[in-house]
């Protein structure tokens, strides 16, 4: 992964919310993820450029995307920036860069997916994705153990 999609992933990290839901997501859009990237990276690219980085991303399992549009009702159509979700997979890798803010994430996750009581986006499987039963209980016995105790 080069420095761009790395400090993408950590832009999106810091720009998560989320409400009431105990998993979070963001709803940053392309130009303020450039201009994050700028002020805070002194990184320097293209709307092509973060598009190009968040499809690699997203192929690679490290985010999840919603695309948000639809029609008014006259017709015309209407869209806004997309939801975008760090996966399992993605925080894992942000933890394993010792990026702040991973840990809780994973936490997060795992009390999302053993309460599971929010069926909107980002969803089961999407979150989850490339990590087979045995690895996933395994990662929900160790969340317990490692955020016991952590708010």
């Not at 839901?21 to 963001?26: D, G, H, L, N």
């Not at 450039?34 to 320097?44: D, M, P, T, V």
Request: with cysteine; glycine share 6%; hydrophobic share 40%.
């Amino acid at each position: 992964m080069n420095n761009t999609k790395f400090a993408i992933m950590s832009t999106i990290l810091a720009c998560l919310g989320g409400g009431r839901v105990s998993y979070k997501y963001s709803l940053i859009s392309i130009n303020k993820i450039i201009e994050l990237l700028k002020k805070h990276y002194n990184i320097e690219v293209k709307r092509r450029w973060v598009f190009q980085c968040l499809r690699d991303l997203l192929d690679q399992g490290y985010i999840s995307r919603q695309p948000r549009r639809g029609k008014n009702s006259d017709g015309a159509v209407w869209q806004k920036s997309s939801i975008l979700a760090i996966t399992l997979k993605g925080a894992r890798y942000l933890f394993s860069r010792q990026v702040l803010g991973a840990k809780q994430l994973i936490s997060s996750i795992m009390a999302w997916m053993r309460d599971n009581i929010d069926k909107r986006f980002p969803k089961k499987d999407v979150i989850m994705n490339g990590i087979d039963d045995n690895e996933r209980r395994r990662l929900v016995n160790l969340a317990e153990i490692v955020t016991k105790g952590f708010t």
